[in-house]
Structures are given as C-alpha cells and as structure tokens.
C-alpha cells in the first residue's frame, strides 16, 4: 500500500505555543488529504480536508484560525495548532488516497499520527 | 443520524474463535464503499477490507471477511481463528460516491480482546 508518513510523532509544549505537525505521501501524489482529530478510546473525527493548492474545507465547528492547515505540494499538508491549549491535547491523524490503480478501493493511507500534550 | 454505527465497544474472543464486530450505515446513495480499519495501541489505521456497494459477494481478505447485508444495511467484520495480535480498535468507515475526494465516515470503534 501507499506509504504516508507524519511527523512530529509525538510532541510536548507550553500552552500558548503554536506546533506544526507534517503530512507526507511518500510513494505518491496527493491532490487530497484529510486531518483527523481522536480522543482517547473515541472515533476519528474529520477537522479538514485539505486540497493542494487552495484553501482547506473546515468541517463544521473547527476553528479555521486555529487550525491552520496549508497543502503547498502533492505530497506535503501541514496543520498548525495556533497558540495551543492543553484542551487541544490530542491525537492528530493525517490520511491521503492513492487513486486507482494501485489503490483498488480509493482507500485511506493514514499516517501513524501525532500525539500532542499541551502543558 | 450517525453514518456509521458500531454498537459494541467491547468485545473478547478466546484465541483461535471466530468474532463478529458488527456495522450499519445509513445512506440514500447508491454508491457507496464500506471500509474495515484496525488500530492498535500504537495508533496507527490499518486498513483490513473493502465492500463495495455494487459488489454481490462478500470480501475476504485471508482471515477477515465481511458480511455485507445491504437491505439491512448492515457490513460486520468476521476474524476467524483469532490471534493475541488481533487485539485493537477496529473502525467501520463509509465513503459516499466513488470520488476520490469524499470524505470517510467513521463509526466510534470495538475495542477487541483476544484472550489467551
């Protein structure tokens, strides 16, 4: 399957503090990436999705001036916690599809996720 | 209404049994995909199977398969022969259309037990 990788895979901050979390297709281009939020032991939840050379679709009730996201490449997304608070602690998971046909189903590639603490 | 419903938060199977974690959807398209993923504790979204709406058969992927009942709108997940590593949150996704760029939706997960 499609290779996406995510870093940082886990990071600690100050509360006030922005981070940067990285999406990257590896061994594919990406026009579409998707950010997901989860809780401990609770779904993924969609923030966004995030299209290569324009602006991000926020689902309903996220923040886009907090959550900043830019998809400047085919095979880059980042998403930018603006002056993180330790209610944005969380498990962040970016996922990219690799159209047919290597990838049968229009399946889901996610990344490995990156887990924030805000102090 | 939930897309996706997954009503077990919790299951155990004694290892080498069969479990069944079941899925139902509500969706007026006629196209449509179901998806199966596992998640162990590192955190990572495996991706296990697919069924698509227009599929007749089942899928099967070595020990998974699905049971795809589309009048009841139903798509569990069957794990024969179960292994310790089998344990994990598994989550049942649906994506409406076949464009590329629809989004997923997912159920709130099972969170399976494989006794020894």
């Known amino acids: 399957g499609a290779v996406v990788s995510q870093h940082p895979s886990r990071v600690i901050c100050k509360s006030g503090t922005s981070v940067k979390i990285e999406c990257r297709s590896l061994d594919f281009q990406a026009t579409t990436m998707f950010w997901y939020r989860q809780f401990p032991k609770q779904s993924l939840m969609l923030m966004a999705t995030s299209n290569e050379g324009s602006k991000a679709t926020y689902e309903q009730g996220v923040e886009k001036d907090k959550f900043l996201i830019n998809h400047a490449s085919l095979t880059l997304s980042t998403l930018t916690v603006t002056s993180a608070h330790p209610e944005d602690s969380s498990f962040y998971i970016c996922s990219a599809r690799d159209p047919p046909p290597r990838s049968s189903y229009n399946e889901q590639f996610f990344g490995p996720g990156t887990r924030l603490t805000v102090l | 209404a939930q897309k996706i419903t997954q009503t077990q938060p919790g299951m155990f199977v004694q290892e080498k049994e069969a479990v069944t974690l079941d899925c139902t959807y509500d969706?007026?398209?006629?196209?449509?995909?179901l998806f199966w993923y596992k998640q162990p504790s590192s955190g990572e979204m495996i991706f296990l199977i697919y069924q698509g709406s227009y599929d007749e058969q089942n899928a099967t992927e070595g020990r998974y398969s699905l049971n795809f009942q589309k009048a009841r709108k139903s798509a569990n997940l069957v794990i024969s022969a179960s292994q310790l590593g089998d344990s994990a949150m598994y989550f049942c996704a649906m994506r409406e259309g076949m464009s590329t760029g629809n989004q997923f939706y997912f159920g709130t997960g099972t969170s399976l037990t494989v006794i020894p």
């Open positions: 969706t007026s398209d006629q196209s449509y995909g």
